[in-house]
Nanobody
Framework: VQLQASGGGLVHIGGSLRLSCISS????????IAWFRQAPNKERERVSC????????YYAESVKGRFTISRNNAAKTAYLQMNSLKPEDTAVYYC???????????????????WGKGTQVTVSS
């Protein structure tokens, strides 16, 4: 399973970006998809997750109300719509997949089976 993330860039405070993650895993109800991010000198943190079956979602408190995760199985693409961006959102963003129906709040770095290369998001002040 391969995942390819794209859509990062440079944006001003309060701006928006939409990240995309293309993968055969997105087309399958048997995989949950997650977005993680890693800022310089910080650990990789979970941002948001979406299940494969019922499209239930989970968000980190730091992004709740600002970010929206979704998936289009037919297009094999998962999205992370990011609004009201803040400087602390600056990081490399990764999409990842895990097979099965995990409890989304418990997903972490070690849970994931497959990873894509990251895409840089920079929010300037």
């Amino acid at each position: 399973v391969q995942l390819q993330a794209s859509g990062g860039g440079l944006v001003h405070i309060g701006g928006s970006l939409r990240l995309s993650c293309i993968s055969s895993a997105v087309a399958s109800d048997h995989y949950a998809i997650a977005w993680f991010r890693q800022a310089p000198n910080k650990e990789r943190e979970r941002v948001s997750c979406i299940s494969g079956g019922d499209d239930s979602t989970y968000y980190a408190e730091s992004v709740k109300g600002r970010f929206t995760i979704s998936r289009n199985n037919a297009a094999k693409t998962a999205y992370l719509q990011m609004n009201s961006l803040k400087p602390e959102d600056t990081a490399v963003y990764y999409c990842a997949a895990v097979r099965g129906s995990p409890y989304l709040p418990a997903l972490n770095y070690a849970s994931m089976d497959y990873w894509g290369k990251g895409t840089q998001v920079t929010v300037s002040s």
